[in-house]
């Protein structure tokens, strides 16, 4: 304790500061204690200490210069001139505004649903700069740091007020506090259902557009959207399909997200039947549950290696022989195949080699220049080029077995794997 003491004397002596301040600088050293009930015992004992005669008397007038009643009387009463008050070098009176910026982030949370939040802050930089000076100079390794002291004081009156709990790895809300500007922000955390949805129409695209285009997205996200009050949504899919597929079987696996939504609860039976009222056949939806902000990133990466199963139906521009169907199940089964991006989205994608695996195709004859292909393949690849050949971008192609070219094409997704 001896120790702490001429430590804190000296730094008394340099810097003129509060008692949360002087016992934030010795957080670590003891447990139980507020930095405000730790700086003033410290400032106690070092009263105790100059008034008894046991210590250098210059200490009464350090700590009375931070206000420290208990020195401002004992000065006093030796008939001593207290020195002029001065503000804490490190703070400069911060702590005192706290509870303005606590009433402010209240009132920006009314209305909002959530059960956990989190406090950041953004301090002066010359406010930081203070306190490593301070602490560079004492070699002080002990101390929390002024960020952090700020952001449990707050979090622990807004639980007081809110009744809420802080989380501090996935909060549904974070409130951001500006000391500087005396602002206060929020960010609530995205709202996320995970689900797969069936396109049932040729011509519906996945995305909005910029004209605002009905889509799969707008779909599904507006009831979303309104149920859980919302500013903006997000549809991220498992791969997409093209104008004029269709998605059944299953359907494609999808995360829906919410941008800064006020109400958390919500009913997704409810909702599943909304969306496929509203979307008077052309999509319908299942299995919505909520998911997590990492489930994103994860259904993305995953698209590209889960297995996706087709149905085309192939017109040919002239007859052919019913074994080159044979031909077709014998060469695509089991195989990688080589293509270069297809010239169809050359303008928009870069020019390079992809390297997928073909599971099989089954080949079924449908006329004389007609056929119906399933194929199961990884994610990624590029059906109509497995079929068309893309002018030799894609190698092997199925209209190369065939020996004829392709004409018209009907492509339908009957199978995605998931996250389930």
Not at 110 to 121: M, P, W
Request: proline residues 3%; glycine residues 8%.
């Amino acid at each position: 304790m001896r120790d702490v003491l001429t430590k804190a004397k000296a730094l008394l002596k340099e810097y003129s500061l509060c008692d949360r301040c002087l016992g934030r600088q010795f957080a670590n050293l003891s447990t139980g204690l507020s930095n405000l009930t730790r700086g003033r015992s410290i400032k106690v004992l070092l009263a105790l200490e100059a008034s008894q005669g046991e210590g250098d008397l210059s200490a009464l007038r350090y700590l009375a210069r931070t206000g420290f009643k208990p020195a401002l009387l004992a000065l006093e009463k030796m008939g001593l001139a207290p020195p002029k008050r001065e503000a804490c070098y490190v703070c400069h009176g911060l702590f005192g505004r706290l509870d303005g910026l606590v009433n402010k982030a209240l009132k920006l949370l009314e209305g909002y649903e959530f059960k956990t939040f989190l406090v950041g802050s953004r301090l002066p930089k010359e406010v930081l700069e203070r306190e490593e000076e301070l602490r560079r100079r004492f070699s002080l390794a002990e101390g929390e740091s002024i960020k952090r002291e700020v952001n449990r004081l707050v979090g622990k009156k807004l639980a007081k007020v809110t009744g809420k709990d802080v989380d501090f790895r996935d909060p549904d809300v974070t409130i951001i506090l500006d000391i500087e500007k005396m602002e206060v922000e929020v960010e609530v955390k995205p709202l996320f259902v995970y689900g797969r949805y069936r396109k049932l129409m040729r011509g519906l695209a996945q995305s909005r557009g910029k004209g605002g285009e009905r889509s799969v997205e707008s779909i599904i996200g507006e009831v979303i959207r309104r149920k859980v009050d919302g500013e903006e949504f997000r549809l991220h899919g498992a791969g997409r399909e093209d104008l004029d597929v269709r998605t059944l079987g299953p359907g494609r696996p999808f995360i829906l997200e919410v941008l800064r939504p006020r109400t958390r609860t919500i009913d997704l039976d409810e909702v599943e039947g909304l969306i496929n009222s509203v979307a008077l056949g052309k999509v319908e939806v299942h299995g919505l549950r909520l998911a997590r902000r990492e489930d994103v990133s994860r259904l993305k990466a995953l698209s590209q290696y889960l297995y996706k199963t087709y149905r085309a139906l192939v017109e040919f521009d002239a007859p052919f022989e019913a074994e080159r169907l044979k031909a077709v199940e014998e060469e695509f089964n089991n195989i990688v195949v080589r293509q270069r991006t297809p010239l169809r989205v050359l303008h928009r994608r870069k020019d390079k080699v992809r390297v997928k695996k073909v599971h099989y195709v089954k080949a079924y004859p449908r006329g004389e220049r007609k056929a119906e292909f399933i194929i199961k393949c990884q994610g990624g690849l590029y059906v109509k080029e497995l079929i068309t050949g893309d002018e030799g971008r894609t190698r092997p192609n199925i209209s190369e077995t065939i020996g004829r070219n392709v004409v018209r094409m009907e492509l339908d997704i009957i199978d995605i794997e998931g996250l389930e």
